[in-house]
């Protein structure tokens, strides 16, 4: 028993150990790991910027179109109101739609737009209503859409209401900044031939518009691919 196990004892002392890899072979692949981690944060950094790049010449470059002498609707896309009244930048957007009506362009305006979570009492589209009212615009010349939420819904809930209607030509009113996705969205939902008419702002901070509408056309970009994709 004694002699068994001491022969145990010998083959568990002459077992070979297992060898460690040399420190320089393990700082190589270690080099190498950096190396490809870091090839990868500038590839995606690269892609980014050329992304933001491209979003920010879309939104600085409003889409150039020639309008025809009258369609059948202008829809106004909705902002924020400030004590039940249009803030100055949809005032901006709602001056523009006042003139194209007085040019002719349409007889009839949809405004688009929900209830704002700033203690507002009226949709935007009842506020926009009675902001043109008040400008002189005849009140049966409004069609109201006040469930909107976002610029998709804003569009795609006026074309409902279009449909109903039996309307076919449109344009769309909002600021040029907003206008590429506008259309984009426009398109894709399915207006036939949409046109955008817009503004520059003078009340508006640009800067931190531009940056939201570089996230927000970014965002409509992946729910496009969502909608294309049956989702």
Do not use: C
Not at 27 to 50: P, W
Not at 198 to 207: A, D, G, I, R
């Amino acid at each position: 028993m004694t002699a068994k196990t001491n022969m145990n004892r010998n083959q568990r002392t002459v077992s070979p150990k297992p060898r460690k890899a040399p420190k320089s072979v393990t700082k190589s692949r270690l080099r190498r790991t950096l190396i490809h981690l870091f090839r990868t944060i500038v590839v995606v950094f690269l892609i980014g910027a050329a992304w933001i790049m491209y979003v920010q010449w879309k939104v600085q470059v409003a889409p150039d179109q020639t309008l025809p002498k009258q369609v059948d609707v202008g829809i106004v896309l909705g902002a924020s109101l400030r004590q039940d009244i249009p803030s100055p930048g949809l005032q901006e957007r709602l001056d523009l739609a006042l003139d194209l009506y007085k040019q002719g362009k349409f007889k009839q305006l949809i405004v688009s737009g929900g209830l704002d979570h700033n203690g507002s009492k009226l949709t935007e589209a009842e506020g926009m209503r009675n902001y043109l009212v008040k400008k002189g615009l005849p009140a049966k010349s409004i069609l109201i859409e006040p469930r909107a939420t976002s610029t998709y819904e804003n569009l795609l809930f006026s074309k409902q209401i279009m449909d109903e209607q039996g309307l076919v030509s449109s344009i769309i009113v909002t600021h040029s900044y907003h206008g590429s996705r506008s259309l984009d969205i426009a398109e894709t939902i399915g207006l036939k031939d949409p046109l955008i008419s817009s503004t520059k702002s003078e009340v508006l901070f640009m800067p931190y518009h531009e940056a939201r509408e570089t996230l927000a056309y970014t965002k409509w970009i992946w729910t496009k691919l969502l909608l294309k994709a049956g989702v």
